[in-house]
């Protein structure tokens, strides 16, 4: 199974404060809506979301249909294939994506150590 591209997501206190923190590492936006209270930040190829008042935790993330740099792949294991198979093995989903047959959707799988990964396609 090919989970996409990763990211970690950030619970953040103060979007403006982090997003100037890891700026000064040497991270600049790709993406998001500082209006929204989040934002993608890159620094040579690794990413990091930004999400103020959205989660609970920070998360591991995977973006089916994406490959570096965010780039839309031909070919990938949609969300829907991705949990249906993840349940199929006896995994309990925190919340599933909708069964529309294609295109954006989500779902939360908790680790073992209460650790939540986010699966979640654009595309």
């Not at 973006?63 to 792949?73: Q, R």
Request: hydrophobic fraction near 40%; proline fraction near 6%.
């Amino acid at each position: 199974m090919k989970l996409g591209a990763f990211s970690i997501s950030l619970t953040v206190k103060d979007i403006h404060k982090s997003k100037a923190f890891y700026e000064t590492l040497g991270f600049a936006q790709v993406g998001g809506n500082l209006d929204q209270n989040w934002v993608v930040l890159s620094n040579d190829g690794t990413k990091i979301g930004l999400f103020q008042d959205m989660f609970d935790k920070n998360m591991l993330t995977f973006n089916p249909g994406w490959g570096p740099g965010t780039t839309p792949l031909d070919e990938f294991t949609d969300v829907r294939e991705i949990q249906k198979s993840l349940k199929g093995a006896g995994l309990n989903l925190h919340n599933e994506a909708f069964e529309n047959p294609q295109g954006p959707a989500s779902f939360i799988v908790i680790d073992p150590d209460g650790n939540p990964i986010l699966i979640d396609q654009h595309v």
